[in-house]
């Protein structure tokens, strides 16, 4: 859970990075093996989205306590 906005920026770097492995396997395995990119874009996939829920509650904490 994101307290603080270190740990927004924090999340918001590592989101950014699971864009790029996304990124770079699609470029790189989607062509080759289209299951086998299936499967392990299945884990950056979980991650962002827990992450963007994680954003989202820290979001609506800041609107009601302003």
Do not use: C
């Amino acid at each position: 859970m994101i307290k603080n906005i270190h740990q927004l920026r924090v999340t918001m770097e590592q989101m950014e990075r699971l864009f790029q492995a996304l990124d770079d396997m699609r470029e790189n395995v989607l062509p080759r093996d289209p299951r086998l990119f299936a499967l392990m874009a299945e884990a950056p996939l979980d991650d962002l989205n827990r992450m963007r829920a994680e954003i989202s509650e820290y979001a609506q904490e800041l609107n009601a306590n302003a």
